[in-house]
């Protein structure tokens, strides 16, 4: 059986759907009738074209992931029936579940549309399949990745998603220490433990330009460095790495337009934000001709330092309003996931260098 991505990508994209379906998670309560009764009820008249879209865009990549999932695997006979059998159960059990939240609204529209953008995914994921797409995706992947490579392209994946959730450092990810105090803080009011708590004592101080830089400089460095860990060759890995920042680059530039507006842009390449990056680009490029043991120690390194830095880093008042623009609800069907990479993606990422340094020491 062959190992693919496609398994992983598709768990991780139905905890997606169910964020976006359940969100905000508060207020459950029974409201005395029938759960299904949704699916008998008349046609809502409040629908839009991006309504329509947007439910059957939501749902095409689990059906294509699931269906990539099994031809991958070998299980050629009745792909598409199974990938939509799936996307059914999910959205009948993300409507069947919203007659328990005050927020969200149950529909058999919405149902509907779902199944179609499973189907939808999952009949694309055939076709790319029959005129030899993944065959070439796997001749492509065999150059140029090694074969335990799986686990990296996962992370190389959901890194683009993970820095569309604004950060108070462009490229910072896994600023958590602030949150997880605030939490803790919470839970252990009134008890001996709050004092346990480093933030409680101390305020966190701004960062200086040149902190700034450094966190700037890791951020674009990290994945690239993740990348040398499981590309083969020294000039496709220098290719990686321009195209990592590339992508780097464009996303947080996206994020910045969906968070203020498109005319802000640009607006978080600071001074110190472009020579970090620069200087992470340039330093990328030359590790490139680098083994692959020293872009793992490389890389444990400046996951350390970068979390480091970035924990120490406060959130601005404008920071804190564009959290609160997005956790309303303004980017509701798709920030969860974002937000969670965002926290999760350097941890995974230590976890991940970690196993495969210990399993290839083990083969050699």
């Known amino acids: 059986m062959h190992k693919t991505a496609a398994w ?11 964020y976006a379906s359940l969100y905000p998670f508060v207020d459950w309560r029974d ?9 008998i009820t008349p046609l809502s008249p409040y629908w839009t ?24 695997s070998g299980q050629s006979r009745r792909v598409v029936f199974m990938a939509t059998v799936c996307g059914l159960l999910m959205s009948l059990s993300m409507e069947t579940l919203q007659n328990y939240l ?46 335990q490579a799986r686990g990296g392209l996962v992370l190389i994946a959901t ?68 990348v040398f860990c499981i590309a083969r060759g020294s000039l496709r890995r220098a290719v990686l790495a321009l195209l990592m920042v590339s992508v780097g680059v464009l996303t947080t530039a996206l994020s910045s337009a969906l968070s203020w507006g498109p005319q802000h842009a640009w607006a978080w390449a600071s001074a110190p934000a472009q020579v970090g990056l620069a200087a992470g680009t340039v330093v990328a490029v030359l590790l490139a001709w680098a083994p692959w043991r020293v872009s793992g120690a490389v ?24 959290l609160q623009a997005w956790e309303q609800g303004r980017f509701i069907r798709f920030h969860g996931l974002a937000q969670w990479l965002g926290w999760l993606w ?9 196993t495969q340094i210990g399993r290839r020491d083990a083969k050699t």
């Open 346 to 354: 350097p941890y995974a990422t230590l976890a991940y260098v970690l």
């Open 31 to 39: 409201q005395g009738i029938d759960p299904w009764v949704y699916l």
């Open 299 to 322: 890389l444990l390194l400046a996951l350390g330092l970068y979390l480091s830095l970035l924990n120490q880093a406060p959130e601005s008042p404008y920071f804190s309003q564009t």
């Open 159 to 226: 890194w683009p998603v993970a820095l569309l959730f604004p950060a108070a450092v462009p490229f910072g990810l896994g600023q958590v220490l602030d949150r997880l105090e605030v939490a803790l803080a919470a839970e252990w009011v009134n008890t001996p433990f709050l004092t346990w708590l480093p933030g409680h004592l101390a305020p966190l101080q701004p960062l200086a330009p040149g902190a700034e830089l450094a966190c700037v400089f890791l951020g674009v460095l990290i994945p690239c460095l993740l």
């Open 8 to 18: 992983p990508l598709a768990l991780l994209y139905c905890g997606l759907i169910i």
């Open 49 to 72: 074209g991006f309504d329509v879209v947007i439910n059957i865009l939501g749902y095409g990549p689990l059906g294509a992931l699931l269906a990539l999932g099994a031809v991958r």
């Open 102 to 147: 005050p927020a969200r609204v149950p529909s058999k529209v919405d149902l509907a549309l779902n199944v179609v953008g499973t189907w939808a995914g999952a009949v694309g994921a055939l076709l790319l399949e029959r005129v030899g797409a993944i065959d070439h995706w796997s001749r492509l992947r065999a150059r140029w990745f090694v074969p």
